[in-house]
């Protein structure tokens, strides 16, 4: 990866489908690293696992982000990226909820609500991958429907913050995707939100059990331990 500076050449949208899509469109074309697709507005937000992302329109930051070279633990390092940034714009002292704390492998809570999602999508053979990353800026979480409600945070912020929010996020990133390998996964850990829980994935159900040196998730079973390296885990 180079030490280029994220954030340039920029593409700003008032309405996009999905920047993960534009910017995917963009690495494909041979857009440099760093490259960075904003919307004001997505109308096919996506997230992990084939789910939709939705967000008011205005309250979020909503960007994708073109990695060249990318590091190993990449996903990992958005997480502990984005979770640093939490803290900063809407620190514990604030919301009364203590550090951000990340769900393997990388959605950001606060209080046990996710407050930002990313998604990393890319084509390894031609070293690219893009960052994907929504965070809840200015969202009013009284105001939306149905699970959202219960499930979401906010930083709380005004939407005029989005671009000071994204302006941090890129130092984040620039700090974490360049830093040791061991730093990303000592950071990771002090914020694992599943140490200890029971959680449960589509082939089974265990007890998290920390993060591995490959950025794996353990899990202790009935039988013995199990490293699960994808996916998607849900707390029971
Ligand atoms: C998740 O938690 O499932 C990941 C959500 C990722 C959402 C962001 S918003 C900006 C970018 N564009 C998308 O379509 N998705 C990501």
């Known amino acids: 990866m180079t030490a280029a500076a994220l954030g340039r050449p920029r593409l700003h949208l008032r309405v996009a489908g999905s920047t993960n899509d534009l910017a995917r469109e963009l690495a494909a074309a041979g857009a440099p690293h760093g490259t960075l697709v904003t919307a004001a507005v997505q109308t096919a937000g996506r997230g992990r696992q084939g789910r939709s992302w939705s967000a008011p329109a205005g309250s979020s930051l909503l960007c994708s982000l073109v990695i060249r070279e990318p590091p190993p633990l990449v996903s990992l390092r958005a997480g502990v990226a984005v979770a640093h940034l939490v803290d900063a714009a809407a620190g514990g002292e604030r919301t009364g909820f203590g550090p951000a704390r990340v769900k393997w492998p990388n959605d950001v809570l606060v209080g046990g609500r996710k407050v930002a999602g990313i998604l990393v999508e890319g084509r390894p053979q031609e070293g690219w991958v893009v960052l994907g990353i929504g965070i809840n800026v200015a969202v009013r ?68 059990a920390g993060i591995d040196d490959e950025g794996r998730l353990l899990v202790d079973l009935d039988g013995g331990r199990a490293a699960l390296s994808a996916g998607d885990v849900h707390l029971l």
């Open 141 to 208: 979480v009284r105001e939306l429907e149905g699970e959202l409600r219960d499930r979401a945070a906010s930083l709380g912020l005004e939407p005029g913050s989005v671009e000071t929010v994204l302006a941090s996020l890129l130092e984040e990133l620039g700090r974490w995707l360049s830093a040791e390998p061991g730093v990303v996964l000592g950071a990771l850990r002090a914020r694992d939100a599943l140490l200890g829980r029971t959680i449960g994935w589509a082939e089974g159900r265990g007890v998290a």
